[in-house]
């Protein structure tokens, strides 16, 4: 495959729709006591835990955000302080300092993490559940390709040189008969919107576009058409079980043996949010248009399918995680950190 990169793409992150800024800090979790009466007492929990979480702008997000509109309104079962930030970069330090008990981060950050901090005594944090399944598709503006064997001699252009994007078409590539090396041309751009305005103003081109930008993109332009969402790929050349994965939902270790309770809520809190955008996708494409993710609810909505929120744990969440990373560091070991998580990177598995 001829590697023209036009310019490198520059995070461990690898998710080049992770867009925006916040400086607010998350502060440590702390918890204080509620206000009873005698009569309430008996059934009213014994602590309520703030809980500080860290997310990033994007769809990693839009599963968070009818937990983020409750807790605004003071309805969650914890007192949960969630912040968006606009790149992973913003986030690792928190991670490894403690300062926030969970985030929702990329998955092969999650086990670079992972292997950073863990100790003799045990990993610092550990993965909770699955929030985001693939978001990449293969777009054209125009009408030559219709199946894999027709991107042969074709270039195609993609961000994320030598991270997750770039071993992910290449894993498709392969998987249906392709040489990524010899009958493909790959080309990169540095970032997903200037990718998006290549589409729009370059008839004939394929690019390899994450949502949102996907659904921007189709909707300036009539011509361009989703050629493969990369998720319904990957599970018909995948064993089963197996999935492409965008997000995850990390937590402390220290947080989760102090507070089981005030996480066991959280989850389920977390769960109700993940389902609320995919079943209520017009309420949900308000929230996460007001929270900033994309710029305007009608393009959220039309995101949500193809961004592919979701809420995976245990034992599923467990093989869909491990196949996908076992993918990524085939092609580059340092990629998931060096070597593959063990089994305690997998909570409740």
């Known amino acids: 495959m001829k590697r023209l990169a036009r310019a490198l793409f520059g995070s461990v992150a690898v998710a080049a729709l992770l867009l925006g800024c916040s400086t607010q800090t998350a502060a440590p979790s702390t918890t204080t ?13 014994a602590e309520r835990v703030t809980m500080n979480i860290a997310s990033l702008k994007g769809p990693t997000t839009m599963g968070l955000v009818k937990l983020m509109d409750d807790a605004s309104k003071g309805l969650g079962k914890q007192d949960y302080k969630a912040t968006m930030y606009g790149s992973p970069d913003e986030v690792v330090p928190l991670v490894v300092q403690g300062k926030v008990d969970v985030a929702l981060i990329p998955s092969n950050l999650a086990a670079v993490l992972y292997k950073q901090t863990k100790t003799d005594a045990g990993p610092a944090l550990q993965v909770a559940a699955i929030n985001t399944l693939g978001v990449l598709n293969l777009v054209e503006n125009g009408d030559s390709v219709h199946s894999w064997a027709d991107l042969k001699g074709k270039t195609i252009w993609t961000t994320g040189k030598g991270t997750t994007p770039e071993y992910t078409l290449d894993y498709l ?17 540095a970032e997903a919107t200037a990718l998006g305005s290549r589409l729009v103003a370059t008839p004939g081109t394929l690019a390899v576009l994450p949502q949102p930008y996907v659904t921007v993109v189709e909707k300036q332009t009539a011509t361009a058409r989703t050629v493969f969402d990369f998720t319904s790929e990957w599970t018909k050349v995948s064993p089963a079980g197996s999935q492409l994965i ?15 309770a005030a996480f066991a809520d959280f989850l389920a809190d977390y769960q109700a949010s993940t389902a ?74």
């Open 276 to 349: 609320y955008t995919n079943d209520q996708p017009a309420a949900a494409a308000a929230l996460i248009a007001a929270a900033g993710i994309v710029p305007a609810a009608p393009i959220a909505q039309a995101a949500i399918p193809g961004s592919h929120v979701t809420y995976l744990a245990g034992a599923e969440m467990k093989t869909a995680l491990s196949h996908y990373l076992q993918v990524l560091f085939t092609a580059d070991p340092k990629s998931v950190g060096g070597s593959m998580p063990g089994d305690d990177f997998y909570f409740g598995a």
């Open 246 to 260: 965008t997000g995850v939902l990390v937590v402390r270790t220290a947080f989760v043996k102090a507070h089981p």
């Open 33 to 45: 006591p509620p206000a009873t009466t005698p009569a309430t007492a008996a059934t009213t929990p």
């Open 173 to 189: 590539l392969a998987k249906n008969g392709l040489d990524p090396a010899k009958d493909v041309t790959v080309q990169f751009e």
